[in-house]
């Protein structure tokens, strides 16, 4: 059974960083792509970045050139560095295995909250 925890949320000043973190285990970490969403208050959650099991990575246009997905097959774990943090990237982070919307697993979510 897939295990997904993320960590690293918080409270950051806009323009800010943060990094989150997501330690897996339950299943073989090196041949699946990961995916990390968030959800704002009132919206529906979406995609924000993905990797691939080769490490290829895909950013929603919010993002791109902001954050960072990178994977780490030794420790079975995906990360998320955020920077140049805007008040709209507020919302609770999950990881999960896949980059589709149905299916796979998911993680408990951090919360990050960014402040103007």
């Known amino acids: 059974q897939a295990q997904l925890v993320e960590s690293g949320g918080g409270l950051v000043q806009a323009g800010g960083s943060l990094r989150l973190s997501c330690a897996t285990s339950?299943?073989?970490?090196?041949?699946?792509?990961m995916g990390w969403f968030r959800q704002a208050p009132g919206n529906q959650r979406e995609l924000v970045a993905a990797?691939?099991?080769?490490?290829?990575?895909n950013y929603a246009d919010s993002v791109k050139g902001r954050f960072t997905i990178s994977r780490d097959n030794a420790k079975k774990t995906i990360y998320l560095q955020m920077n140049s943090l805007k008040p709209e990237d507020t919302g609770v982070y999950y990881c999960?295995?896949?980059?589709?919307?149905?299916?796979?697993?998911w993680g408990q979510g951090t919360q990050v909250t960014v402040s103007s």
């Open positions: 999960k295995t896949g980059t589709t919307y149905t299916g796979g697993s």
């Open positions: 339950g299943f073989i970490f090196g041949i699946v792509a």
């Open positions: 990797v691939t099991a080769r490490g290829n990575t």
